[in-house]
């Protein structure tokens, strides 16, 4: 029997090649396996296959490896073995190009094809017939230049070459030209992978057993690396790793030569001399092991018994993270007391707690309350003076211990009752909280756990937490801030409506007054004009006699006419103010209101030689309303227009139905009554509605029903527009503006709703 193949050593009749490559391939199966669960991107498919051929590989290893098996079979399986070795490099293109994050170009596919080509026929070489002797005897075979297993071995590994070249040629290049360090970290990993594998391959293609074997285990090593890099995007920084292990590497050895040398020394001490070797070479190698102990354990332990005895804050930065996060949503300084405090304790493990809050006082001086987040607090708020040391140095930012208000020289000129309410505290450090140099109060901490005092580090961290305090507080005086303005703005706004409800009142009792009082006035003024009545009956005959009573009687009559007439515009428009006006609805035609309403005060018009002009009204719908109260309103508008236009002057008074179109929705009949009189200033057009209201000074009031600007109590168009809006009309005045010599007029609308009606009711057929 010819043994061909690297004598393997066997146990049990079983080569130990075989059964590591079956644990190998068992290690490939479940890197296989764990690799094609969950999705299957590009680079992941690419590791597949290539992990499937590495898996093959190996099994075909298991069997070139067997004794027992039938040579031909052996051969073949180790010819395959080689043919896929030669393929391997290239497949790992399939994931070395989406590694790079770029598609396989394809000439790289051209470039496999080709080379899985060669190999496949370069496989078949040592099969040729007259090379068939020379198998058996493959190993033993003088390796000369021509023999064709030899060729086909030496293209094979030509192959091989060529592939590994390119693939991690190209993840060498990619490494050299990224820029972003956490791909160039990735691309590192890659590249470990790959030389891992090529190293384990390489060995596999020597002749020596113990080569192959180990070969066999890095390759696998290197790819379960590239396997956990095509899934995980996560990975440590392996120039940290590197470092570490150098910085490692280099203490210990330091370490260990120091050692080494120590009891080199004291060895020639004692015995004067040394041989190297073996002795020096021992304590060297004694001291690097003492070394390594030191530092893997020794280390350890130094580090755990020193947080043990000396605690501190391990992570400051975290610290401060984790209070800010925590304080800074809260708008209560309470809370900002409780939490900040929870968090310090775990921190420092303190035991009392508090937040101190500063406040200039109206009568100089500083008041300082106390809010407690652990432990307790008194009552008391303290009072600062403010020339106080203690309050100075906090102000410029010093944090002080309670040990040195006591007992430092430059704090013995504070007060007796400043120091006493700090002692009352019973607290150990105060770190001041400022913000723009203003101090806003204190972090007031209680000894910390464990230790007595706060070391410089906890007094730097503590600082910066209180600078993340002083911006919370400061927020939380901007929101009492703007809450005490709203509750001002709202007591604002309650004053306002009680005012508001207080005129109102008012406006009532006015109205109630009026209405009392034209009452009260109507009764003795009806008595007035019954006397007067009767007086005038009695006098009978003597009247004609001498004109004198006749001119009395006539002028009390008046008199008594006008202010009746004017206690009963009191009395109406109180009613329109209550909104207690009693309307009693009939049909009406608007000639005849517009007839009744002028019919008495055409003597009038005479009298002041004005024309009266009533435009044909023609096709008027008829309108349902109060009809004595309209005539009153119009007539009153008429009135005035006689009133305020000069001797002469003409008064036109023309009606139209205003359709539904021009009114928005609803029909309306709409009666203009235009003069030629003084007119109305555009800002008193409004006014004049208002009861009371009266154009230019007071003094020049006159008064008269008929008379050139004699004016009434003004209460004539405030009754016009109650009586108008009653019967759900309108009524407005457009004037060019006041002028008395110029007379530029005004015209009065007044728009009454048609109240739809049977089909043909109009004008003249009721
Ligand atoms: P009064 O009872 O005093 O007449 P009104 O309410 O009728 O009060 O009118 C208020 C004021 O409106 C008048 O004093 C007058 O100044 C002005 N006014 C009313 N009608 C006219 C008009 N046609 N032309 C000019 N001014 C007028």
């Not at 029997?1 to 490939?28: D, E, T």
């Not at 150098?246 to 004067?272: D, K, M, P, Y």
């Not at 911006?471 to 703007?482: C, G, T």
Request: net charge neutral; glycine share 12%.
């Amino acid at each position: 029997m010819v043994n061909w193949s690297p004598p393997f050593p066997v146990i049990g009749g079983i080569p130990l090649g075989a059964i590591l490559s079956a644990g190998l391939v068992g290690i490939y199966g479940l890197l296989l396996g764990w690799r094609l669960r969950g999705p299957s991107t590009g680079p992941i498919a690419g590791v597949a296959l290539y992990g499937g051929l590495g898996l093959l590989w190996q099994g075909l290893w298991g069997i070139a490896v067997w004794e027992g098996i039938p040579h031909l079979m052996r051969f073949t399986a180790w010819n395959l073995a080689g043919l896929l070795l030669s393929c391997l490099p290239f497949a790992a293109w399939l994931w070395i190009w989406p590694f790079l994050g770029r598609p396989l170009p394809g000439s790289a596919m051209v470039g496999m094809g080709m080379a899985a080509g060669i190999a496949l026929i370069v496989a078949t070489l040592p099969y040729r017939p007259e090379t068939a002797k020379g198998l058996l005897a493959w190993w033993q075979a003088a390796r000369w230049p021509g023999d064709p297993i030899l060729a086909s071995w030496g293209i094979r590994e030509g192959l091989w070459g060529v592939g590994t070249a390119v693939g991690l040629g190209g993840l060498g290049w990619a490494y050299r030209h990224t820029t972003r360090p956490l791909h160039r970290n990735r691309l590192a990993y890659g590249l470990l992978g790959g030389l891992l594998i090529t190293l384990g391959e390489g060995l596999a293609w020597t002749p020596r057993a113990d080569w192959i074997a180990l070969g066999w285990v890095i390759r696998a090593g290197g790819m379960g690396l590239v396997g956990a890099l095509s899934r995980r995007s996560e990975l440590p920084s392996l120039q940290r790793i590197g470092r570490r292990l150098l910085v490692f590497t280099f203490s210990w050895i330091l370490q260990g030569g120091l050692i080494g040398g120590g009891l080199a020394g004291l060895r020639v001490l004692q015995e004067g001399r040394l041989e190297f070797i073996p002795a020096g070479v021992e304590l060297l190698l004694t001291g690097l092991v003492g070394a390594w102990m030191t530092m893997v354990i020794g280390w350890p332990l130094h580090q755990w018994l020193r947080r043990r005895l000396m605690p501190s804050v391990e992570d400051p930065a975290a610290l401060v993270r984790r209070y800010a996060q925590s304080i800074s949503n809260l708008l209560d300084v309470q809370r900002v007391a409780q939490v900040a405090f929870a968090v310090l304790q775990e921190a420092f493990g303190l035991r009392q707690g508090l937040l101190l809050l500063f406040e200039d006082q109206p009568g100089g001086g500083v008041e300082a309350r106390a809010i407690v987040g652990l432990g307790e607090a008194p009552s008391e708020p303290g009072r600062f003076a403010l020339d106080s040391p203690i309050l100075r140095a906090w102000q410029e930012g010093h944090p002080l211990t309670q040990y040195q208000i006591d007992f430092g020289a430059a704090f013995q000129s504070a007060s007796p009752e400043e120091r006493r309410w700090l002692q009352s505290l019973g607290v150990e450090l105060f770190i001041p909280i400022r913000s723009q140099a203003l101090l806003l109060g204190c972090l007031a901490l209680g000894a910390r756990g464990g230790v007595a005092a706060y070391s410089p580090a906890d007094v730097d961290l503590l600082a910066s937490v209180a600078e993340q305090t002083a911006a919370v507080l400061q927020n939380i005086r901007l929101v009492e801030d703007l809450r005490r303005l709203n509750v001002r703005l709202a007591e604002l706004n309650e004053d306002l409506a009680r005012t508001a409800r207080r005129l109102e009142k008012l406006d009532r009792a006015k109205t109630h007054f009026i209405e009392i009082a034209s009452h009260e006035l109507r009764t003795p003024l009806t008595h007035i004009r019954g006397y007067a009545d009767l007086l005038a009956e009695t006098l009978g005959e003597q009247r004609e006699a001498d004109g004198t009573m006749e001119r009395i009687l006539q002028g009390l009559r008046r008199s008594a006419l006008r202010l009746e007439e004017i206690v009963s515009a009191m009395l109406d428009i109180s009613q329109i103010d209550a909104e207690a006006l009693s309307i009693y609805p009939i049909s009406i035609q608007i000639p005849t209101l517009i007839r009744m309403a002028v019919e008495p005060l055409e003597g009038a018009i005479a009298e002041r030689r004005q024309n009266l002009i009533i435009e044909p009204l023609e096709d008027l719908p008829v309108i349902h309303g109060d009809l004595t109260r309209l005539v009153q309103a119009l007539r009153h508008i008429v009135q005035n227009a006689i009133k305020f236009t000069p001797d002469g002057g003409t008064i036109t008074i023309r009606a139209r139905s205003v359709p539904p179109e021009e009114a928005g929705g609803s029909a309306y009949v709409e009666i203009a009554v235009q003069d030629t009189g003084i007119g109305i200033d555009p800002e008193d057009q409004v006014l004049i509605f208002e009861k009371f209201y009266r154009v230019g000074p007071i003094e020049l009031h006159s008064t008269g029903s008929v008379k050139f600007k004699g004016a009434g109590p003004g209460l004539g168009l405030p009754i016009a527009r109650g009586i108008i809006e009653a019967h759900g009309g309108r009524i407005w005045v457009e004037s060019p503006g006041y002028d008395e010599t110029r007379c530029p007029g005004s015209t009065f609308y007044i728009w009454l709703p048609v109240i739809s009606r049977p089909e043909g009711s109009r004008v003249g057929e009721e």
